[in-house]
């Protein structure tokens, strides 16, 4: 449409005009315009994310550089409140992964977009490595509850089938 837009506000867009299909076609927006082809898409809202974690009974995250964000946002329209993540091994739960992995206007060089990114893969890893420890990932019944814990707040082209197929591949 000749506008500048960031890939969420294809999302959003999408989603008001068909719910339920935002990931798709953001994906097929994505595709046609970095000429790729996308497969398949899973999109996962932060309650999934934070329930995800909360059914792994919550996950441990090396904290590489301790920080404070003091405008981290409450709710839409709720205002601010002050967060802080020390250095070092922390167990977290959906929450606080949540918190830690969203933080924008961290101190001590974790306010940037690469400090979150990567703060984000930290997250993810340690995602995996539960995955891994409890098993999971060869046990489809393990699987399908954990799909049934975020399956509400899960968008995908993949049957559950699928997504049991795929998941031997999450330890490599």
Same mark, same amino acid.
């Given at each position: $449409?000749?506008?500048?837009?960031?890939?969420? %506000?294809?999302? %959003?867009?999408?989603?008001?005009?068909?719910?339920?299909?935002?990931?798709?076609?953001?994906?097929?927006?994505? %595709?046609? !315009?970095?000429?790729?082809?996308?497969?398949?898409?899973?999109?996962?809202?932060?309650?999934?994310?934070?329930?995800?974690?909360? %059914? !792994?009974?919550?996950?441990? +995250?090396?904290?590489?550089?301790?920080?404070?964000?003091?405008?981290?946002? +409450?709710?839409? $329209?709720?205002?601010?409140?002050?967060? $802080?993540?020390?250095?070092?091994?922390?167990?977290?739960?959906?929450?606080?992964?949540? +918190?830690?992995?969203?933080?924008?206007?961290?101190?001590?060089?974790?306010?940037?977009?690469?400090?979150?990114?990567?703060?984000?893969?930290?997250?993810?890893?340690?995602?995996?490595?539960?995955?891994?420890?409890?098993?999971?990932?060869?046990?489809?019944?393990? !699987?399908?509850?954990?799909?049934?814990?975020?399956?509400?707040?899960?968008?995908?082209?993949? $049957?559950?089938?699928?997504?049991?197929?795929?998941?031997?591949?999450?330890?490599?």
């Amino acid at each position: $449409s000749g506008r500048f837009e960031k890939i969420n %506000a294809v999302h %959003a867009y999408a989603e008001q005009e068909a719910p339920g299909e935002g990931a798709a076609r953001t994906a097929q927006a994505f %595709a046609q !315009l970095f000429d790729v082809r996308i497969d398949h898409v899973i999109r996962v809202d932060f309650q999934g994310f934070t329930k995800l974690i909360d %059914a !792994l009974g919550g996950i441990t +995250v090396n904290v590489e550089t301790g920080f404070t964000d003091a405008s981290y946002p +409450v709710g839409e $329209s709720d205002g601010w409140k002050t967060v $802080s993540f020390k250095k070092g091994l922390q167990t977290m739960n959906g929450e606080q992964a949540l +918190v830690f992995a969203r933080s924008r206007h961290g101190n001590n060089g974790e306010g940037s977009d690469f400090a979150r990114s990567r703060r984000q893969q930290l997250v993810m890893l340690a995602v995996r490595e539960k995955l891994l420890s409890l098993g999971t990932l060869g046990d489809p019944n393990k !699987l399908a509850d954990l799909y049934q814990a975020v399956r509400q707040h899960v968008q995908t082209d993949l $049957s559950v089938w699928d997504l049991l197929k795929f998941a031997p591949l999450a330890g490599e």
